[in-house]
C-alpha cells in the first residue's frame, strides 16, 4: 500500500499548502493560462510566498474530456491537480466538496509508476485551475493538459444533486469513483410512467452502492440492486412515474487490494425496460 499511502500524503500536503483558508481571495491574482494539447515546460518554486508561480489556468472551451499528462523523465518529482474553483482548498472533511479533480503524480516514492502520470476526466465548459505542486524547486517539468469534446462522460464536479450529469436513456456514460470524488450524481427526466433499469459496470472489485432519489432528495426505495455472478456489475428495476430522478453511484473506502488502484473506473446506463 505504499503507492497508496503516498498518493494520500501528498494529497492532504497540497490541499494544505494551497490554502488554509476555505474561502481565500485569489481575485487579485492573475494566472497564466496555459494552452491546450501542448506540452509545456515549467521551472517550480518551493516558495510560500509565491503560490501563483505553481498555478495556472486553463479554459475549457465545450463539454468534453480533460487529460492531465506529465511527460518529464523520472528525476523531476512533482505532482499535478486540476481544479474547477479555488474554494474550500483547504479543507480536510469529507462532507465539503473538494475543488480537485483529477491528479497526476511523478515521484520515485510511487515508483514512477506510469498508470499516475496521467489521467483523464469530464469536465464543462469553463475556467480550471492546475496547480503544479512539489516539495522543492524543480526545474524544466513537462506537462500537458489535454482536451477533446464528448457527450457520454460524467462532468466533474458532480457529487450533488444540485451538480448532477445529466444523462440520456438509453446512453452509456463513462466514469470513475476517486479519492476525492468518492460519490456521482446523474439527472434523468423520465417523460411518463415507466419502469428503468440502471446497470453500474465497474473495472474493478470496489465496494459500490447505487440508489435513486426523486426530485424531493427521497430514496426510492422500491429500487432493488443486485450484482452479478462476475461481481463488477450491478443493475436493479423499479417503476417510477412521470419526473426527474436522481442516480446515485458512491463509495466509501478505496480500492482492491493491490496498491496500483486509487481509482474505479465504470459505466451507467439508465434505459427503459418491459
Known amino acids: 500500500m505504499k503507492m497508496m499511502k503516498y498518493i494520500v ?13 476555505s474561502t481565500i481571495s485569489h481575485a487579485e491574482e492573475v ?12 521551472t517550480l518554486l518551493m516558495d510560500e510566498n509565491k503560490e ?20 518529464s523523465p523520472k528525476n523531476k518529482e512533482f505532482t499535478l491537480f486540476l481544479m474547477n474553483s479555488l474554494e474550500n482548498v483547504g479543507i480536510l472533511d469529507p462532507k465539503v466538496n473538494s475543488p480537485i479533480i483529477s491528479y497526476a503524480i511523478s515521484s520515485k516514492e510511487a515508483y514512477y509508476n506510469k498508470s499516475i502520470m496521467t489521467d483523464s476526466v469530464g469536465v464543462k465548459k469553463g475556467t480550471y485551475y492546475v496547480f503544479a505542486f512539489t516539495e522543492g524547486n524543480v526545474e524544466k517539468v513537462k506537462f500537458k493538459v489535454s482536451f477533446k469534446a464528448a457527450s457520454n462522460y460524467e462532468k466533474e464536479n458532480n457529487n450533488t444533486i444540485k451538480t448532477a450529469t445529466p444523462i440520456k436513456l438509453g446512453s452509456t456514460y463513462k466514469a470513475d469513483i476517486k479519492m476525492y470524488d468518492m ?14 433499469q440502471i446497470t453500474v459496470k465497474k473495472q474493478l472489485k470496489a465496494p459500490f452502492k447505487i440508489a435513486l432519489q426523486n426530485s424531493k432528495k427521497q430514496t426510492i426505495k422500491q429500487l ?9 456489475t450491478h443493475t436493479g428495476t423499479v417503476t417510477v ?3 426527474t430522478y436522481y442516480v446515485n453511484v458512491s463509495s466509501g473506502v478505496y480500492f482492491g487490494t493491490s496498491s496500483d488502484y486509487d481509482k474505479a473506473p465504470y459505466t ?3 434505459n427503459t425496460t418491459k
Open 9 to 21: 500524503m501528498m494529497a492532504v500536503m497540497v490541499m494544505i499548502s494551497v490554502c488554509l483558508n
Open 31 to 42: 494566472y497564466e493560462t496555459i494552452p491546450l494539447n501542448k506540452t509545456l515546460s515549467k
Open 52 to 71: 501563483a508561480g505553481n498555478m495556472y489556468q486553463v479554459k475549457i472551451p465545450k463539454d468534453g474530456v480533460a487529460k492531465l499528462q506529465i511527460e
Open 183 to 196: 460519490k456521482d450524481y446523474y439527472k434523468i427526466t423520465v417523460p411518463k410512467k415507466t419502469k428503468l
Open 224 to 232: 432493488k440492486m443486485k450484482t452479478l455472478n462476475n461481481t463488477l
Open 241 to 243: 412515474d412521470k419526473g
Open 268 to 270: 451507467i446506463k439508465v
